[in-house]
């Protein structure tokens, strides 16, 4: 449905200014998204009326879309009926976020392990009082994955420490908020790129895993917050001790 037809009058855009007019077009879109002018699932005006209200060039318009796109808040559909339209942004963007600033700041494992530390715990104590039947049955699956790939493995570790990003994930999606879920996406992938540092303690770190998410996931089935939380400090604090960049976690759990 047009943007006109969904609520009354189509933002007030005013001409973009002439310094760095990508990042005013850019701006004045989002704003009007954020600030529900332009409503989810709205139908942003075509190429051309943005470019004339805005009095910059389409190329501009395109690229300033692109970028919204980017950014999971405008959806570009293909076909005869396409367009721009207003979107929701998921908790993958988020985490894809996340991830890509996480990797381009080179956050070092000292703090990545300090911030995961009450990031984690929190997430299990909140766990432990929201999950549901299916969320205990998506970690259960994951513990039991964990234990069948350290009987399968000898040499790369790499699945298991995958399978356990996996299960943190899952855990983050149980507390039923979507910022802790999109910051748990986001940890994956820089965790996985942190755990070959560990060299030789990544095989010792990787035998703890199902016994330690195991012992999470009980805590967790049985809603036991301070449990889950106490269970998921000694779990992180554990990749810590393994790790020769990380120290002094012992004192902060």
Same mark, same amino acid.
């Given at each position: 449905m047009p943007l006109s037809e969904?609520? +009354?009058s189509p933002p007030s855009f005013s001409p973009a200014r002439r310094l760095r007019t990508l990042d005013d077009v850019f701006l004045q879109i989002r704003a009007a998204i954020l600030a529900g002018e332009i409503p989810e699932g709205a139908r942003l005006p075509n190429e051309r009326d943005l470019a004339e209200r805005f009095e910059v060039g389409r190329p501009t318009v395109r690229e300033a879309l692109? =970028? !919204? &796109?980017a950014l999971g808040i405008v959806e570009i559909r293909p076909g005869r009926s396409g367009g721009a339209y207003a979107a929701r942004p998921s908790e993958a963007t988020l985490g894809s976020a996340l991830s890509t600033l996480v990797s381009l700041? +080179?956050? =070092?494992p000292q703090e990545l392990a300090e911030f995961r530390l009450s990031f984690e715990a929190d997430n299990a104590w909140w766990a432990a009082r929201?999950?549901?039947a299916d969320d205990i049955a998506a970690l &259960? !699956? !994951?513990? =039991? &994955?964990?234990?069948?790939l350290l009987k399968q493995i000898t040499e790369d570790w790499?699945? !298991?420490t995958d399978a356990d990003?996996?299960?943190h994930e899952a855990l983050a999606r149980a507390t039923k908020n979507r910022l802790r879920i999109g910051i748990s996406l986001g940890l994956h992938e820089p965790r996985l790129r942190q755990a070959p540092a560990l060299g030789d303690a990544h095989a010792r770190y990787a035998r703890t895993i199902p016994t330690a998410l195991a012992k999470i996931t009980r805590a967790v089935k049985a809603h036991d917050a301070d449990r889950a939380r106490s269970v998921m400090l000694d779990h992180i604090a554990q990749w810590a001790r393994l790790n020769p960049d990380v120290s002094d976690l012992e004192s902060a759990g």
């Open positions: 969904q609520t +009354g692109r =970028s !919204l &796109e700041q +080179g956050v =070092s929201r999950a549901d &259960e !699956l !994951l513990v =039991s &994955e964990t234990r069948r790499t699945q !298991l990003a996996r299960w």
